[in-house]
């Protein structure tokens, strides 16, 4: 695009690297030997990868840098999501745990409700949104079921929200405004399910 166009035009000295971190394009273009490197890669591991076996050559020091500091940060980064999925698993079986009924045992909705909705953040902090959806649905489900009717509402609308926002499924996520919406109703919170009605149209 116009960024590239522009680099294209630097003198051969000049390194200008163009990082998206929270984007799904990794760009780095970097004039070296007087030939303009342009690599647009998916994933950032593929990129670090992709040019560490030239890092040595790289003149300037403060793309190394840079590239070096991407790196630990996507294995910090890897680490942190693999610890939130361990820990969301968890809370998961917390929460199917209470549901469970025996001779002497009923089951205990609120704290089921309250163990899926960790998970659900769980989930979410690591980017699983599918998952964390849901957990959400989960812990709404729960939460109803122990009279905790507004949270039920709000869990819901928070599954909704992630199906709108980061998976781009606006079907999927009206059909739980809708729900979120019964919800506020039945908690006599008239304006906030017209909200969910608005949001899910």
Known sequence: G??????????SENIMPFIVLHGVNIRAITQHSGIL?????QKLE?????ISGTWTNVENNSLTYILK???F????SQKMESTK?????KFLAEGDKATEKGWFKKPEWDVAGQNYEKAASCFKAARSYDQAIQAYQKASDALFKSD?????AKTMESAANLAAQQLKQPERAAEMYR????LYLAHMTPDRAAEMLEKGA
Not at 2 to 11: D, F, H, T
Not at 37 to 41: D, E, K
Not at 46 to 50: E, L, P
């Open 2 to 11: 116009e960024a590239v166009s522009r680099g294209e035009k630097e003198e």
């Open 37 to 41: 490197l342009c690599t647009r890669i």
């Open 46 to 50: 593929m990129f670090v990868f992709a």
């Open 69 to 71: 500091t991407l790196y």
């Open 73 to 76: 940060e996507v294995s910090n």
């Open 85 to 89: 999925i361990r820990e969301a698993v």
């Open 148 to 152: 905790s009717i507004y949270m039920a």
């Open 179 to 182: 729900k979120s919406s019964d």
